[in-house]
């Protein structure tokens, strides 16, 4: 089993591409498209002990640029989400947003909802650089707790 284990971070990680296939990945994990980018971070981290802090770093600018995408969807989006009729739940979710405003989006970090949390941002107009900065905080802590995690588990 772990030959196997070695042999998928290795696919995961695409040595030969490091750090930029890192930033590809967690960017487009962070828009809609349903696709993890912690493995990708996790595999190079295991093969490159060295690249931590860079692959955290690139990993959390991907992420966030990919998070910065899905906040102008959001917007561009207003006009068409406005001809649908808005049930509780979505009113109680857009005043919730709009009382917390941009630091709402420090939970874009958060599997499922995040990403469309920063669409929502976008369609609620929110400002766009104070959402932009509380997204990279949620994703740096994200990609820090999860790949120091699983390094220890897995190396420690």
Request: glycine share 8%.
């Amino acid at each position: 089993m772990e030959a196997w284990l070695q042999q998928l971070l290795s696919l995961l990680a695409l040595p030969e591409f490091g750090l930029s296939t890192v930033f590809v990945v967690s960017f487009i994990s962070a828009t809609l498209l349903p696709l993890g980018s912690e493995p990708a971070v996790f595999g190079l981290v295991t093969l490159s002990p060295h690249l931590f802090w860079p692959a955290i770093l690139v990993a959390t600018a991907g992420n966030t640029l990919g998070g910065a995408v899905t906040w102008a969807m959001g917007w561009a989006s207003h006009k068409v989400v406005d001809r649908y009729q808005h049930s509780s739940h979505h009113l109680r979710a857009l005043d919730w947003l709009e009382r917390i405003g941009p630091k709402a989006c420090l939970l874009s970090w958060l599997p499922i909802i995040g990403d469309p949390l920063c669409a929502v941002a976008g369609w609620l107009k929110l400002p766009f650089w104070p959402c932009l900065i509380y997204m990279a905080i949620g994703k740096f802590g994200r990609y820090l707790f999860m790949t120091a995690a699983l390094v220890g588990l897995f190396t420690g």
